[in-house]
């Protein structure tokens, strides 16, 4: 039992460690993205929850397509 415990704990933390750094790549290219449209002497608004990533892309782009339309708003 305690070996079930150790394994369902240490993969919870895997998990989470891996989303928070997905969302931390999300930000950078959001606040981009904002900074592309908007200009670079603005400040951008608080970043939003990442969505799941699609095949093909990143992270980062991701956040930049979502900083440019939330700038174009």
Known sequence: M???IYLISTLTLLISTLAL???KEFCAGFAEG???VKGDM???PICP???ITP???TDYREGLK???AAARR
């Open 34 to 36: 904002y900074k592309l």
């Open 49 to 51: 929850i990442a969505p």
């Open 42 to 44: 603005v400040i951008v």
């Open 2 to 4: 305690k070996k079930f």
């Open 21 to 23: 750094a997905g969302q």
């Open 66 to 68: 979502a900083g440019m």
């Open 55 to 57: 095949i093909g892309s």
